[in-house]
């Protein structure tokens, strides 16, 4: 079971994050689909965190090129695609752990439907 949030918003957002600056810690969308588009950022040494969640529908982040990845992926039913992984259906679920000198600490989440 899983809550949807229509407070969060309905519809289709759409992030394009090209400096520390404008990142913020959590984007979340109630039902639609969320793009949070990380691929033009430049982050610095050490963890950068960020939470994306959606409650019914699409998630997608595109990460920047160069850095490591922690990330938990998770669909409470759906699918999940993480790089080359992949898992679908009840409480789908991925977790990748990269080490270097930029990481982005990702959790991605959706109630139902997809992560990618």
Do not use: C
Request: charged share 25%; net charge negative.
């Amino acid at each position: 079971m899983f809550n949807v949030h229509v407070g969060r918003g309905v519809g289709d957002d759409s992030y394009a994050v090209t400096s520390v600056q404008q990142l913020q810690d959590d984007y979340r969308l109630g039902i639609g689909t969320l793009e949070l588009d990380l691929g033009g950022l430049q982050l610095p040494e050490g963890e950068t965190f960020v939470d994306a969640s959606v409650d019914v529908g699409d998630l997608e982040v595109i990460v920047p090129a160069g850095v490591a990845l922690r990330v938990h992926g998770e669909a409470q039913a759906g699918y999940v695609e993480v790089l080359d992984a992949t898992d679908e259906g009840w409480k789908a679920d991925i977790d990748l752990a990269e080490t270097g000198d930029r990481v982005l600490v990702l959790d991605a989440q959706v109630g139902a439907g997809a992560v990618r």
